[in-house]
């Protein structure tokens, strides 16, 4: 299996993948859930929670590949041991970017959503819609499983939406805000 080897040590830009039948895309979600392996979304495999951004991008007409690839990937830099060059060699240098941006660094959370939101705003629109659908799927699951989650993230709402409006996909932010009765 070509995929097998790929995904580990050998590193091959997915422009070659192409070549052996297997979209960007689902080359994404196989290297993401190889290496989020065991990790939980609360109850669910890891896999639900990168599934669900997937599908909130497809859902509000999002059908750029490299945001598709990074909505598998975005998680990868803080809960792994993948680094930014290995996501650029193997998705490109777009994709790469994408993470980065969403990948907030600091002791707290103020500072994670600070640094991260810092980087959204250099790499515009692509990265805020990607923000918008893991936020929507972070809000929807915490909505209906873990109401203090959901206040920390209704709490932050504003602010995150100050930093980041006029920027990424309309239909996106009309779903987060109403996720917020807003």
């Known amino acids: 299996n070509w995929c097998r080897y790929s995904c580990g040590s050998v590193r091959v830009?997915?422009?070659?993948?192409?070549?052996?039948?297997?979209?960007?895309?689902?080359?994404?979600?196989?290297?993401?859930?190889?290496?989020?392996k065991n990790q939980m979304y609360g109850d669910k495999p890891y896999s639900y929670h990168l599934d669900m951004v997937y599908h909130t991008l497809l859902t509000h007409q999002v059908t750029d590949a490299d945001i598709l690839a990074a909505s598998y990937l975005h998680d990868l830099l803080e809960d792994t041991d993948v680094s930014k060059k290995e996501i650029e060699l193997l998705f490109g240098s777009k994709v790469s970017n994408l993470v980065y941006a969403l990948t907030g660094f600091g002791k707290t959370r103020v500072e994670r959503n600070k640094h991260s939101s810092d980087k959204i705003l250099l790499f515009g629109d692509d990265a805020v819609t990607l923000k918008l659908a893991d936020r929507i799927s972070n809000v929807e699951n915490c909505k209906a499983n873990n109401k203090k989650l959901y206040s920390m993230y209704l709490k932050e709402n504003t602010a995150f939406s100050n930093k980041l409006k006029g920027l990424g996909n309309i239909a996106l932010w009309k779903t987060l805000n109403s996720l917020f009765g807003v």
């Open 13 to 36: 830009s997915w422009r070659l993948k192409l070549i052996f039948g297997t979209s960007a895309i689902h080359y994404a979600r196989i290297y993401a859930l190889k290496k989020h």
